[in-house]
């Protein structure tokens, strides 16, 4: 795992050229509230969206919704653009897109301006991850 500080970048391109990496190695997790008011977290790479139907299905629930951001901040001690698993407030569920699998990829360090990078296989282990098709070209 490393940490790295980069310039606030203003799209996805620009920030995966600061980071020296293509757009498809950043991953944005994404927290997401279930109808009972619990959460989980979504892995998806870049260029890619969250398919809903698709996470609701792996989920097994008929709601999802991405959170107020109020919301997301008490959910995860974390400001939207700098969520991750790692230290979390609580260790919400975690759900891996099957494209991340066997890459290194660059996610949010939970502050603004910084980028984690970690092994995909190795953040899908040490969380017990579900991995599986849950998303959808932008």
Same mark, same amino acid.
């Given at each position: 795992?490393?940490?790295?500080?980069?310039?606030?970048?203003?799209?996805?391109?620009?920030?995966?050229?600061? @980071? %020296?990496?293509?757009? +498809?190695?950043? !991953?944005?997790?994404?927290?997401?509230?279930?109808?009972?008011?619990?959460?989980?977290? $979504?892995?998806?790479?870049?260029?890619?969206?969250?398919?809903?139907?698709?996470?609701?299905?792996?989920?097994?629930?008929?709601?999802?919704?991405?959170?107020?951001?109020?919301?997301?901040?008490?959910?995860?001690?974390?400001?939207?653009?700098?969520?991750?698993? @790692? %230290?979390?407030?609580? +260790?919400?569920? !975690?759900?891996?897109?099957?494209?991340?699998?066997?890459?290194?990829?660059?996610?949010? $360090?939970?502050?603004?301006?910084?980028?984690?990078?970690?092994?995909?296989?190795?953040?899908?282990?040490?969380?017990?991850?579900?991995?599986?098709?849950?998303?959808?070209?932008?």
């Amino acid at each position: 795992m490393e940490i790295v500080e980069r310039p606030q970048a203003r799209s996805l391109a620009e920030a995966a050229a600061v @980071l %020296g990496i293509e757009p +498809a190695d950043i !991953v944005k997790t994404l927290v997401v509230k279930r109808s009972d008011d619990t959460y989980l977290f $979504a892995l998806i790479p870049g260029g890619r969206s969250i398919s809903w139907p698709k996470l609701r299905a792996v989920v097994g629930v008929n709601k999802l919704r991405l959170p107020e951001a109020e919301l997301a901040l008490a959910a995860t001690g974390y400001e939207r653009g700098t969520i991750t698993p @790692l %230290g979390s407030t609580t +260790a919400w569920p !975690v759900f891996a897109d099957e494209t991340i699998v066997g890459r290194r990829v660059a996610m949010g $360090a939970g502050a603004h301006g910084s980028s984690l990078f970690v092994d995909a296989d190795d953040l899908i282990r040490a969380y017990d991850a579900t991995v599986a098709d849950i998303s959808a070209p932008e």
